[in-house]
C-alpha cells in the first residue's frame, strides 16, 4: 500500500468490548484439579474459576476429559472431585454455580459402555463427546443413534477442530439431532488460522447451539479475552439458537 493509501485509508470500526455475560453458563472446561490436562492443583482450579467470572459466566458446568487410554475417570471420580472444588469455593464466600459433566472421546470402549452405563450428562440429557483430531470415527452415525435411543441428546466439542469434515457434513450431523459446541479461542484463532476459518463458516451458517472456553490453563483465560472485541463473537452472541443461556 502506498504512502497515500496508508494516511488516507479508512479507519476500522472498533466493535465495543461484549464480554460472556450474556452465556450465563459455560459448558465446557477442565477445572477440577489433577484429573485430566486441565488443572493440576486446587490453588490453580480456583484461580481459573474466578478468571471465568470476570470473563462473565455465573455458571460453570465443567468437563473431565473421559478416555480409556489416557484418563480414566468415572462419575465418581468427576463429581468427587467437583464436590471438593465446591467445598472450596463455599469457604471463600463464591456463589458462582459450579457443576460438573464430563467431555468423551469416542473410541470403542465408549462405544461399548453405550446402554451399559450411565454417562454424566448436563441441562436435558446433554452429552458432551469428542472425535480424534486426524481421522473420523468409524461408523460415528450408529454411536449418534445409540445415544440418542438411551434418550441423550448429542453434543459434538469443538467442531471446527475436525478439519477432515466439511460445512455440508456439519450440516448433516444437525440435521440428525446433533449440536454442536464451538470453542470460543477459535474465534481468535488460537488454535490455527485453518481451525479458525472452519468456525467462521459454522458462525456464519448458524449452526452453533453452545459455545464453551474449553479452558484448561491461565493461558487460555487471558486469550479469552480477546474475544470481546471479536467479530464473530459478537455475531455469535446475538444468535437465537445459542443454548447455553438456557442451562
Same mark, same amino acid.
Given at each position: ?10 479507519? *476500522?470500526? *472498533? ?15 477442565? !477445572? ?13 482450579? !480456583? *484461580?481459573? =474459576? ?13 468437563? $473431565? ?12 471420580? #468427576?463429581?468427587?472431585? @467437583? ?12 456463589? #458462582?454455580?459450579? *457443576? ?20 454424566? +450428562?448436563?441441562?436435558?440429557?446433554? =452429552? ?8 473420523? $470415527?468409524?461408523? =460415528?452415525?450408529?454411536? =449418534? ?9 448429542? +453434543? !459434538? ?37 485453518? +481451525? ?11 449452526? #452453533? ?9 491461565? @493461558? ?28
Amino acid at each position: 500500500m502506498s504512502l497515500f493509501g496508508k494516511i488516507f485509508r479508512k479507519k *476500522e470500526i *472498533e466493535l465495543e468490548p461484549c464480554d460472556l455475560s450474556i452465556l450465563g453458563t459455560d459448558v465446557h472446561s477442565h !477445572l477440577i484439579p489433577a484429573i485430566d490436562d486441565g488443572a493440576q492443583t486446587m490453588e490453580e482450579s !480456583l *484461580e481459573l =474459576i474466578a478468571a471465568l467470572q470476570n470473563l462473565g459466566f455465573s455458571k460453570l458446568i465443567t468437563t $473431565p476429559h473421559t478416555m480409556s487410554d489416557f484418563y480414566k475417570n468415572t462419575p465418581d471420580s #468427576i463429581n468427587g472431585g @467437583r464436590e471438593k472444588v465446591q467445598q472450596k469455593l463455599q469457604e471463600l464466600n463464591n456463589d #458462582i454455580l459450579f *457443576e460438573s459433566a464430563s467431555e468423551y472421546y469416542v473410541d470403542f470402549e465408549f462405544q461399548n459402555d453405550i446402554g451399559k452405563k450411565e454417562f454424566l +450428562v448436563f441441562g436435558a440429557k446433554y =452429552i458432551l463427546i469428542e472425535f480424534p483430531f486426524m481421522e473420523a $470415527p468409524k461408523n =460415528i452415525e450408529d454411536i =449418534i443413534f445409540q445415544l440418542q435411543l438411551q434418550g441423550y441428546n448429542v +453434543v !459434538l466439542a469443538h467442531p471446527e477442530r475436525y478439519l477432515y469434515y466439511t460445512l455440508k457434513d456439519y450440516e448433516k450431523f444437525t440435521q440428525k439431532g446433533v449440536f454442536l459446541q464451538l470453542n470460543l479461542l477459535s474465534l481468535v484463532g488460537y488454535y490455527s488460522p485453518e +481451525v479458525k476459518k472452519q468456525a467462521e463458516k459454522l458462525v456464519n451458517a448458524d449452526l #452453533i447451539s453452545f459455545v464453551g472456553t474449553d479452558c484448561h490453563n491461565m @493461558r487460555h483465560a487471558e486469550v479469552l479475552k480477546q474475544c470481546f472485541t471479536n467479530p464473530l463473537w459478537h455475531k455469535l452472541s446475538q444468535s437465537e439458537k445459542l443454548l447455553n443461556k438456557t442451562l
